[in-house]
């Protein structure tokens, strides 16, 4: 297997003991997140704060739950990440009219601008990791990675019914 970009050297250390699908997941995991990140810090964005302003803007006025379940994190962690957000103007917590005990968060302008420079970010993301494809390739890949997804969530979702 060829591996650019120094990762020859690190794949012919692990040898035998990885195989190729699993190495390549996982450099391609751990560049997809470097890349994610910088973009992320480029326009002023930490942590889960594009996954959250992604989530309200595709859906506002969300429970701090609903946001905390949607990337996964602790309730206690998504309390700090929003109220960083809201000292940073990129969201608001509102009190639902309808449960005075239920607090909602919903995403401002300032946050909008962000989400739609990160989705830029992405876009040109997805322009450097496809170059060179033809439509047909890209296509293909997509549902090989779709295909592969869902293998995983299916085992995933098999051994959590075993427990």
């Known amino acids: 297997m060829h591996c650019s970009h120094g990762f020859e050297r690190k794949r012919e ?15 391609l995991l751990k560049l997809y997140h470097m890349h994610m990140m910088h973009s992320a810090q480029e326009i002023g964005l930490s ?8 989530s309200l803007s595709a859906k506002n006025l969300q429970t701090q739950k609903e946001l905390a379940d949607f990337i996964r994190i602790q309730p206690a962690s998504m309390t700090d990440i929003l109220k960083r957000m809201e000292r940073d103007e990129l969201v608001e917590r509102i009190r639902d009219e309808n449960d005075l005990r239920s607090i909602r968060v919903s995403i401002t302008e300032k946050g909008r601008e962000k989400v739609h420079a990160f989705f830029e970010k992405e876009a040109s993301l997805d322009d450097i990791g496809l170059r060179g494809f033809s439509a047909e390739e890209k296509e293909a890949c997509i549902h090989f990675l779709k295909r592969i997804l869902d293998n995983m969530n299916e085992d995933r979702n098999e051994k959590r019914g075993k427990t």
């Open 13 to 27: 250390i692990l040898g035998e003991q990885v195989t190729d699908f699993s190495f390549l997941m996982h450099v």
């Open 47 to 54: 942590g889960g704060q594009p996954h959250i302003l992604m």
